[in-house]
């Protein structure tokens, strides 16, 4: 399921590339529950949610809704394009955020 969504506050300009924010499902639990996070392309954890589900997460992180995005726009205030990634061990856009990961204390690394 592909889900992408650029966010440009005035007065900025929506052209050219944005910084990338990656949201995907980093726990499933067996009641159905998930927990998705959000990772700045340099590797940064910006924030999680406990939701009931995937078609919640993609709400309550923002790609369907207005949540999270003032946290997002802590870090990038001039725009950001979030980016839902089904499987992000395999997703060749997070091949080179995932190694960043691991050296950003305030991230968390994706298990599965």
């Given amino acids: 399921m ?9 007065p900025f ?7 990338r924010i990656f ?3 980093n726990t499933r639990y067996g009641t159905g529950d998930v927990l998705p996070i959000a990772i700045a392309e340099d590797g940064q954890g910006l924030c999680s949610h406990f939701c009931s589900g995937d078609g919640w997460a993609l709400h309550d992180m923002g790609l369907t ?6 946290v997002y726009l802590r870090k990038y205030p ?3 394009e979030l980016v839902w990634l089904d499987n992000p061990l395999t997703d060749p856009r997070f091949a080179a955020v995932l190694p960043l990961c691991k ?3 305030e991230a968390e690394v994706p298990t599965a």
């Fill in 2 to 10: 592909e889900h992408s969504r650029r966010v440009v506050p005035e």
């Fill in 23 to 25: 949201v995907f499902v």
């Fill in 103 to 105: 050296r950003t204390e």
């Fill in 65 to 70: 809704s207005d949540w999270k995005h003032d």
């Fill in 13 to 19: 300009d929506d052209a050219g590339d944005l910084p």
């Fill in 78 to 80: 001039q725009g950001f």
